[in-house]
């Protein structure tokens, strides 16, 4: 299997519109901004709808809030037709999306080249045989499952999440 893993910079969402926070709002110092490819506007787009906010979950962290994002239909959709774009005439088979986020990202992306999609999931939760691989987090370390079998050796699989942050051991 040819792997690819492809990433955005993007998070988990918040709980909905009616919840009281549970917590003090942190401040926010910026949205995200970008270094590559100034000439194609939707990256200063989608860089600009994504929420920075420091010291989440824990201190040192700059945590980049993809709920934003996901509020501003253009740049939603630009993040999604610039994989589209890049992946659309490369013979992808499947694509396989990280929980959480990448269950966000990885099917419009799917459906668009005409991929199955895959989900990798946090430890027990797929109730078949599974493959599994352990990584480490920014804060901390976790393991991603898939179901065994649903990738061949002769497909070619992207990878979808949002975010490197440590990009693994
Ligand atoms: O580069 P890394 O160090 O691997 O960190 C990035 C990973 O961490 C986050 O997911 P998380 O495990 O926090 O899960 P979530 O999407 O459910 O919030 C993020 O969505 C990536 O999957
Ligand atoms: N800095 C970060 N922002 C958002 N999600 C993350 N997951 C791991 N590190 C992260």
Redesign the pocket.
Known sequence: MDKMRE?LL???GSTGVATIPKRKPMSIVHMASSNVDNTDDRISRISSSIRVIPNFPKPGIMFQDITTLLLVPKAFKDTIDLFVERYKDKNINVVAG?????FIFGPPIALAIGAKFAPMR?PKKLPEEVISEE??????T?KIEMHAGVVHPVERAVVV????????P
């Open positions: 990433i993007i998070y988990r990280v929980e959480t986020r990448g946090k990584y480490s987090l920014e804060y901390g976790d999440d949002d975010l490197i942050a440590t990009g693994g």
